[in-house]
């Protein structure tokens, strides 16, 4: 932050401290040519874009200039002159500034790839599925999150078996909502081998505010190159945003005339909501083949899922540990690859 405005200067400061970030201050011109190049923003007063301007410093992102109401349009000129991304005039642009800094905080250029999971039928296998990818993604290297958004199923951290692991649950979460830290989202979360996991705990809270999902799975997305949702088969505004925000919805459904109907019911609703849905074919016996689903689902086929029998057992006792050839592996190996997860540097 530079400014020789003391007024502004204690403006400004106010809101990082409500954004939780601590500014480095520069109160000259030759301070804040020091710094142009280091800092992930810069918030310029006005009394100090001008005579940079004159300097013409070198092009960067991240740039925010700040004046009044009464700047006017002098206040857009300095700003084009230095090459600002943002004009703020306080107090009417304060929200806006904040969030700049919230985002210079969190490291806003990340933008996690987001899958939801969500089983055609009961028992269809898509929690597992899900825990698969994120164990993956996060062994491969990437920032990983993993959400369960489904407060009546069995509890992945049971199969991570990190249920009596310190951190905080969804009930700790009820009244969020606006912007969450994403760094504090990540850092207050319960983790396995770094990758962070967001459950339920064994209270009697079953129900989440649809802004308090928007607004955690936002701030997930801000620190992760990965969040797998693991969302219920139920239509509320609440599951919606989950569907809404991610990348892509896989519905993972057995390959039985039965779960395929189940699953027809729920694609409608879907629809509506995922922009984009595939299907994970998940093999039974007897069978329908893959192609089967996806046609009669038409809904283009993700990848299958072969069956494991070892898997349940090891999951009870909070072993999830699929092997390398495993079918669970293969499938999220397929499904990493898919959405351009091989390796991190393709985040």
């Known amino acids: 932050m530079a400014t020789t405005n003391e007024a502004l200067l204690d403006d400004l400061l106010r809101l990082a401290a409500a954004a939780a970030v601590t500014p480095l201050v520069e109160p000259d011109l030759h301070g804040l040519r020091r710094n142009w190049q280091t800092c992930s923003l810069v918030v310029i007063g006005r009394d100090l874009a001008e005579p940079l301007a004159r300097l013409q410093p070198a092009h960067r992102p991240g740039v925010v200039v700040v004046g009044s109401a009464r700047d006017g349009d002098e206040l857009y000129r300095c700003a084009f002159d230095v090459g600002a991304d943002v004009v703020c005039r306080l107090p009417d642009d304060e929200s806006l500034l904040a969030g700049k800094l919230a985002d210079a905080l969190d490291g806003v250029n990340r933008k996690a790839v987001t899958l939801a999971f969500v089983g055609g039928c009961g028992g269809a296998g ?4 899900a825990a698969a990818v994120a164990v993956l993604g996060n062994r491969r290297g990437f920032r990983t999150m993993l959400i369960d958004g489904d407060p009546l199923g069995g509890g992945i951290e049971l199969a991570l078996g990190i249920e009596r692991d310190p951190g905080d649950r969804w009930p700790k979460l009820l009244n969020a909502s606006g912007r969450v830290s994403a760094a504090a989202l990540r850092s207050a979360l319960p983790s396995v081998d770094g990758l962070a996991v967001l459950s339920w705990d064994q209270s009697d809270v079953t129900v989440l505010p649809p802004d308090t999902m928007s607004s955690v799975i936002g701030a997930a997305q801000r620190s992760n190159d990965l969040v797998v949702l693991d969302l219920p088969r139920r239509a509320d505004p609440t599951v919606e945003e989950g ?19 189940a699953a027809k019911r729920l694609s409608g609703p879907l629809r509506s909501v995922a922009g984009d849905l595939r299907v994970v074919a998940r093999s039974t016996r007897p069978a329908l083949s893959p192609a089967d689903v996806s046609t009669h689902l038409s809904l283009p086929l993700a990848t299958k899922l072969g069956l494991d029998r070892t898997l349940p057992t090891a999951m009870d006792q909070g072993h999830f540990t699929p092997g390398p050839r495993s079918p669970l592996t293969r499938a999220a190996t397929t499904l990493l690859n898919l959405f351009d997860l091989a390796n991190p540097a393709a985040a």
């Open 126 to 129: 898509a929690t597992t599925l």
């Open 243 to 261: 569907f809404i925000r991610a990348n892509a919805t896989l519905l993972v459904v057995p390959c039985d005339v039965r779960s395929v109907a």
